[in-house]
C-alpha cells in the first residue's frame, strides 16, 4: 500500500507545475551525481588495475629478504624446500646492489644493478617489456646488460651500432681501512643487449645483468643473494602464500607480499579514491536539497489525502513512511538513470577511447575505466542514505499534520 501510493503520488499531475519540474530535476541532480561517481570510480580503478600489473611485471608475489644486512644465505636443501611449498609456482635468486655506471667518455650515472639468474623471467615479466634489442644477461664469456629506456638515453647506449661496453662500479663489501678511493670499488664491464619500458620508476633506475657477474664483484658466495623472489600460482592470495612460507622459514627472515614491497603507493591509491568518493559524496548531498523542497511542497499539496487518511485511521508513521518511499522513488530512479549513463559511457571509453590522454603517454593512449560490482554497491547504499536523510524532514511533517475537517 506504501508503495502504491507513494509512486501514484509520484506519477500524478500536480496542481502547480512547479512541484513537477522540482521532483524531476531532482531526479536528474541524482541521475548526474551517481553517474559521474561511477564514472570516477571506474576510472580510478582502470588506473589502479593498470599500475598494479605494471608492478606485476617487476615485483615478485613474495619477497624473501634479510631482516638485517643486506644478504641472506639459502641452501639448495632450503630452495628445493621453498620450491615444494604449496602455491609456489617458481623462484629466482637475485642481488641487488647501486652501482655507478659509465658509457664510453660519457657522464657517469647511478643505477641499481639487479643481477638475475636464469629463471627470472619466470618470477617476473620484464622480457615482455622491451623496447628495444633483447633480454640477455649473458654468461661467463661476457656479462651484458638490460637497462631501462631512460637510463639508456642517458647515458647515450647506441644498441644497434655501437658495441662499446658499460663500466661498473661496485663498492666492496667488509673493507675496514683504504689509502684510495679506488681501493673501496670493484670494477666490470657490461655489454649492453637491449632496453626494458615499464615505467619511469624502473626505467630510470634499473640495471639487469647476470647473478653470476654480481656475485663476482661483490665477493659472494654461491648461495649468498639479497633476495629470493617467489611467484606464487594464479588465483592465490599473496598473503596466504606468505604465511605458508613463515611457517617453513621462521622469522628469520623478512618476508613481504607485493603490496608491501609497495606499501606507500596502494596507500596513496587508497586515499586519492576514498577522497574523491567523499567530495562526490558531498555534491550528491548538495543535489540532494532540491528533493527536500519537492517533498515539502507536495506534502503541502497533498493536506487534504493526509486528512483524510488519518480521518479513516492512517497513523502517522504510515503517513511518514509513504512520503519516506516518495523520497526513495525519486532517488531510486535518478540512481538507476546514472547507472544507465555511466555504464554507457564506461562501454564506450573502453572500446573507442572517447577520452584520451596526453600524446606523450606510451603506456595507454586513452583513459582506462574498469567497472567493479562494488562500486556500484557502495553508491546504491550512498544514495539510499543521503535519499533517507533528506525525505526524513518532510516525511516527518507529513506524519505530524492535524487533521483538518471543514464543513461544507
Same mark, same amino acid.
Given at each position: 500500500?506504501?508503495?502504491?501510493?507513494?509512486?501514484r503520488?509520484?506519477?500524478?499531475?500536480?496542481?502547480?507545475?512547479a512541484?513537477?519540474?522540482?521532483?524531476?530535476?531532482?531526479?536528474?541532480?541524482?541521475a548526474?551525481?551517481a %553517474?559521474?561517481l561511477?564514472?570516477?570510480?571506474?576510472?580510478?580503478?582502470?588506473?589502479e588495475?593498470?599500475?598494479?600489473?605494471?608492478?606485476?611485471?617487476?615485483?615478485?608475489?613474495?619477497k624473501?629478504?634479510?631482516? /638485517?644486512?643486506?644478504?641472506?644465505?639459502?641452501?639448495a636443501?632450503q $630452495?628445493?624446500q621453498?620450491?615444494?611449498?604449496?602455491?609456489?609456482?617458481?623462484?629466482?635468486?637475485?642481488?641487488e646492489e647501486?652501482?655507478?655506471?659509465?658509457?664510453?667518455?660519457?657522464?657517469? @650515472?647511478?643505477?641499481?644493478?639487479k %643481477?638475475?639468474?636464469?629463471?627470472?623471467?619466470?618470477?617476473?615479466?620484464?622480457?615482455?617489456s622491451?623496447?628495444?634489442?633483447?633480454?640477455? /644477461?649473458?654468461?661467463?664469456?661476457?656479462?651484458?646488460?638490460?637497462?631501462?629506456?631512460?637510463?639508456?638515453?642517458?647515458?647515450g647506449?647506441d !644498441?644497434?651500432?655501437?658495441?662499446?661496453?658499460? +663500466?661498473?662500479?661496485?663498492?666492496?663489501?667488509?673493507?675496514?681501512?683504504? /689509502?684510495?678511493?679506488?681501493?673501496?670499488?670493484?670494477? %666490470?664491464?657490461?655489454?649492453?643487449a637491449?632496453?626494458f619500458?615499464?615505467?619511469?620508476?624502473f626505467?630510470?633506475?634499473?640495471?639487469?645483468?647476470?647473478?653470476?657477474?654480481?656475485?663476482?664483484?661483490?665477493?659472494?658466495?654461491?648461495?649468498?643473494?639479497?633476495?629470493?623472489?617467489?611467484?606464487g600460482?594464479?588465483?592465490?592470495?599473496?598473503?596466504? !602464500?606468505?604465511?605458508?612460507?613463515?611457517?617453513?622459514l621462521?622469522?628469520?627472515?623478512t618476508?613481504? /607480499?607485493?603490496?608491501?614491497?609497495?606499501?606507500?603507493?596502494y596507500a596513496i591509491?587508497? @586515499?586519492?579514491?576514498w577522497?574523491?568518493?567523499?567530495?562526490?559524496?558531498?555534491?550528491?548531498?548538495?543535489?540532494?536539497?532540491?528533493?527536500?523542497?519537492?517533498l515539502?511542497?507536495?506534502?503541502?499539496e497533498k493536506?487534504?489525502?493526509?486528512?483524510?487518511?488519518?480521518?479513516?485511521?492512517?497513523?502517522?508513521?504510515?503517513?511518514?513512511?509513504?512520503?519516506?518511499?516518495?523520497?526513495?522513488?525519486?532517488?531510486?530512479?535518478?540512481?538507476?538513470? %546514472?547507472?544507465?549513463?555511466?555504464?554507457?559511457?564506461?562501454?564506450?571509453?573502453?572500446?573507442?577511447?572517447?577520452? @584520451?590522454?596526453e600524446?606523450?603517454?606510451?603506456?595507454?593512449?586513452?583513459?582506462?575505466?574498469?567497472m567493479?560490482? +562494488?562500486?556500484?554497491?557502495?553508491?546504491?547504499?550512498?544514495?539510499?542514505?543521503?535519499?533517507?536523510?533528506?525525505?526524513?524532514?518532510?516525511?516527518r511533517r507529513a506524519?505530524?499534520?492535524d487533521?483538518? $475537517?471543514?464543513?461544507?
Amino acid at each position: 500500500m506504501i508503495w502504491q501510493f507513494a509512486s501514484r503520488y509520484f506519477r500524478a499531475k500536480k496542481s502547480t507545475n512547479a512541484i513537477n519540474i522540482i521532483a524531476w530535476v531532482s531526479v536528474s541532480a541524482i541521475a548526474v551525481g551517481a %553517474g559521474a561517481l561511477i564514472i570516477i570510480l571506474s576510472v580510478f580503478n582502470g588506473f589502479e588495475g593498470l599500475v598494479k600489473s605494471l608492478y606485476t611485471t617487476f615485483y615478485p608475489s613474495v619477497k624473501i629478504s634479510a631482516v /638485517t644486512g643486506k644478504s641472506i644465505t639459502l641452501t639448495a636443501a632450503q $630452495l628445493k624446500q621453498i620450491g615444494a611449498v604449496k602455491g609456489v609456482a617458481d623462484i629466482t635468486e637475485v642481488v641487488e646492489e647501486k652501482a655507478v655506471l659509465r658509457y664510453g667518455e660519457g657522464d657517469q @650515472t647511478i643505477a641499481i644493478l639487479k %643481477g638475475v639468474d636464469s629463471d627470472y623471467n619466470k618470477v617476473a615479466a620484464v622480457d615482455k617489456s622491451i623496447a628495444h634489442g633483447k633480454f640477455d /644477461t649473458g654468461d661467463e664469456n661476457g656479462y651484458k646488460a638490460v637497462l631501462g629506456v631512460e637510463l639508456e638515453i642517458a647515458l647515450g647506449v647506441d !644498441l644497434e651500432r655501437d658495441m662499446t661496453p658499460i +663500466s661498473v662500479y661496485l663498492p666492496r663489501r667488509n673493507v675496514k681501512s683504504v /689509502t684510495t678511493p679506488e681501493d673501496a670499488l670493484s670494477s %666490470g664491464v657490461l655489454y649492453p643487449a637491449g632496453s626494458f619500458a615499464i615505467q619511469q620508476e624502473f626505467n630510470s633506475k634499473y640495471v639487469i645483468t647476470n647473478i653470476a657477474f654480481m656475485r663476482g664483484l661483490l665477493g659472494m658466495n654461491e648461495d649468498e643473494m639479497s633476495a629470493l623472489e617467489v611467484k606464487g600460482v594464479p588465483g592465490l592470495d599473496d598473503m596466504e !602464500l606468505k604465511q605458508r612460507l613463515q611457517v617453513l622459514l621462521g622469522n628469520g627472515y623478512t618476508i613481504e /607480499t607485493r603490496y608491501e614491497q609497495n606499501q606507500a603507493l596502494y596507500a596513496i591509491m587508497q @586515499t586519492e579514491r576514498w577522497a574523491v568518493y567523499a567530495i562526490m559524496s558531498f555534491i550528491l548531498m548538495i543535489a540532494a536539497f532540491n528533493m527536500i523542497g519537492c517533498l515539502y511542497m507536495l506534502v503541502m499539496e497533498k493536506q487534504k489525502d493526509i486528512t483524510i487518511l488519518k480521518a479513516m485511521g492512517a497513523r502517522p508513521r504510515l503517513i511518514t513512511r509513504i512520503f519516506l518511499m516518495e523520497g526513495m522513488i525519486i532517488a531510486g530512479i535518478g540512481t538507476l538513470i %546514472g547507472f544507465g549513463i555511466s555504464i554507457l559511457f564506461c562501454l564506450l571509453q573502453q572500446k573507442f577511447g572517447l577520452i @584520451t590522454l596526453e600524446e606523450e603517454s606510451f603506456l595507454v593512449s586513452a583513459y582506462p575505466v574498469s567497472m567493479q560490482l +562494488s562500486d556500484f554497491i557502495l553508491v546504491s547504499v550512498t544514495i539510499i542514505v543521503i535519499g533517507l536523510g533528506a525525505s526524513w524532514y518532510p516525511a516527518r511533517r507529513a506524519g505530524k499534520q492535524d487533521i483538518e $475537517l471543514k464543513a461544507t
